[in-house]
């Protein structure tokens, strides 16, 4: 009977929880664009903050749409992964040294991510080509909505390889690129960053990172985490992942439903995005000449995306306009690493396209 009741109480304790989780998580998934607000945390009047579903591509896709100053120039997005999405997990970290002072801002969830990816997505949908006709899609509304015939656009990781790729294509549409943490040729750049953490195990005389080495896959997560724990991945301040997952789940702008959608989206973009396709495109080859002003913010620790062949491909491309700023405390998100620096490197790109006529 004792035994009984103890695993009576465990599966009490075990159902408790259960629920205590969900609760949690339905009380911080109201579904609601988190607000803007100024240095004493008062409503920004003049801002605009909001989000958004329309059919792009023949798919229910999600935004949020936000910026202190509705006159600013318009910027879009483009987030990583493939399938992350970032403003989600990393609005936790938002600071007022932040792209909304600057632009109004879409945060666009692209195929197959967050409130991207409703039931019924075809997989076989999630293409590169087809994100580039949707990012062109995403900017022909902003531009018809906000009266622009130009728009900045920004992507990160991932989502620097399809930004370069529609800027490369469709330069009409945009004022200036900006890359973060560039894509160039990632297969090349996975060999580069095992090297590296090769090279640092044997430095430190870490056996256990050796022993995970032995084998050459960019893709175990012995790996992966290596680049964490190294300090060369997400962060150079350390281990990032499990805290963007909880910033995930604390995110108030998703209901319940588009959280779950979102962690689906991942395996799924994943799966379907990141190919050889992708892997093996050299944009030294594909991409020599881009007819926009092009400008690279890249962390110095990054080897989640190779900073080396970043500046390699700076020094070939041929631009309009172009330039490279180094980010000397950060890995592969300078945006969330060190947002003051971003901010002011933003900023000068935006006074170099004023100074020039290019909006």
């Given at each position: 009977?004792?035994?009984?009741?103890?695993?009576?109480?465990?599966?009490?304790?075990?159902?408790?929880?259960?629920?205590?989780?969900?609760?949690?998580?339905?009380?911080?998934?109201?579904?609601?664009?988190?607000?803007?607000?100024d240095t004493e945390d008062q409503p920004i009047s003049s801002s605009i903050n909001e989000k958004k579903s329309m059919s792009i591509g023949g798919v229910q896709q999600?935004?949020?749409?936000?910026?202190?100053?509705?006159?600013?120039?318009?910027?879009?997005?483009?987030?990583?992964?493939?399938?992350?999405?970032?403003?989600?997990?990393?609005?936790?970290?938002?600071?007022?040294?932040?792209?909304?002072?600057?632009?109004?801002?879409?945060?666009?969830?692209?195929?197959?991510?967050?409130?991207?990816?409703?039931?019924?997505?075809?997989?076989?949908?999630?293409?590169?080509?087809?994100?580039?006709?949707?990012?062109?899609?995403?900017?022909?509304?902003?531009?018809?909505?906000?009266?622009?015939?130009?728009?900045?656009?920004?992507?990160?990781?991932?989502?620097?390889?399809?930004?370069?790729?529609?800027?490369?294509?469709?330069?009409?549409?945009?004022?200036?690129?900006?890359?973060?943490?560039?894509?160039?040729?990632?297969?090349?750049?996975?060999?580069?960053?095992?090297?590296?953490?090769?090279?640092?195990?044997?430095?430190?005389?870490?056996?256990?990172?050796?022993?995970?080495?032995?084998?050459?896959?960019?893709?175990?997560?012995?790996?992966?985490?290596?680049?964490?724990?190294?300090?060369?991945?997400?962060?150079?301040?350390?281990?990032?992942?499990?805290?963007?997952?909880?910033?995930?789940?604390?995110?108030?702008?998703?209901?319940?439903?588009?959280?779950?959608?979102?962690?689906?989206?991942?395996?799924?973009?994943?799966?379907?995005?990141?190919?050889?396709?992708?892997?093996?495109?050299?944009?030294?080859?594909?991409?020599?000449?881009?007819?926009?002003?092009?400008?690279?913010?890249?962390?110095?620790?990054?080897?989640?995306?190779?900073?080396?062949?970043?500046k390699e491909f700076y020094e070939k491309v041929d631009a309009p306009k172009k330039g490279f700023y180094t980010f000397e405390n950060s890995a592969h998100s300078p945006?969330?690493?060190?947002?003051?620096?971003?901010?002011?490197?933003?900023?000068?790109?935006?006074?170099?396209?004023?100074?020039?006529?290019?909006?």
């Amino acid at each position: 009977m004792r035994v009984k009741r103890f695993f009576v109480i465990i599966l009490g304790i075990i159902v408790v929880l259960m629920i205590s989780a969900l609760l949690i998580l339905l009380v911080n998934s109201p579904g609601k664009t988190p607000q803007l607000t100024d240095t004493e945390d008062q409503p920004i009047s003049s801002s605009i903050n909001e989000k958004k579903s329309m059919s792009i591509g023949g798919v229910q896709q999600g935004m949020f749409i936000r910026g202190e100053d509705k006159t600013k120039p318009v910027l879009l997005f483009l987030h990583g992964g493939p399938g992350t999405p970032e403003f989600a997990m990393s609005h936790a970290w938002e600071t007022q040294d932040r792209l909304e002072k600057e632009f109004v801002v879409c945060y666009w969830d692209q195929r197959g991510t967050g409130m991207s990816n409703p039931k019924g997505l075809k997989k076989e949908t999630l293409t590169t080509s087809n994100l580039i006709q949707d990012t062109v899609e995403v900017t022909k509304y902003l531009q018809k909505r906000f009266d622009k015939q130009q728009i900045f656009l920004m992507g990160h990781s991932f989502g620097s390889y399809i930004g370069l790729k529609t800027a490369q294509k469709y330069p009409e549409n945009y004022v200036a690129y900006l890359g973060v943490g560039q894509v160039i040729h990632q297969k090349e750049g996975q060999k580069r960053a095992y090297q590296y953490l090769r090279d640092q195990a044997k430095e430190k005389n870490d056996q256990k990172a050796l022993k995970k080495l032995a084998t050459f896959d960019p893709e175990a997560p012995a790996y992966n985490m290596l680049l964490e724990e190294y300090g060369v991945g997400i962060r150079h301040d350390g281990p990032a992942t499990m805290k963007l997952l909880k910033n995930l789940l604390f995110f108030k702008g998703y209901t319940s439903k588009e959280k779950w959608q979102a962690i689906q989206g991942m395996a799924l973009s994943n799966q379907q995005l990141d190919t050889p396709d992708y892997s093996e495109d050299n944009l030294v080859k594909t991409v020599p000449k881009v007819d926009v002003p092009v400008y690279f913010l890249h962390g110095k620790y990054d080897y989640q995306v190779s900073y080396e062949m970043a500046k390699e491909f700076y020094e070939k491309v041929d631009a309009p306009k172009k330039g490279f700023y180094t980010f000397e405390n950060s890995a592969h998100s300078p945006n969330m690493e060190e947002p003051a620096v971003f901010m002011k490197a933003v900023k000068e790109v935006v006074e170099i396209v004023d100074h020039q006529g290019g909006r």
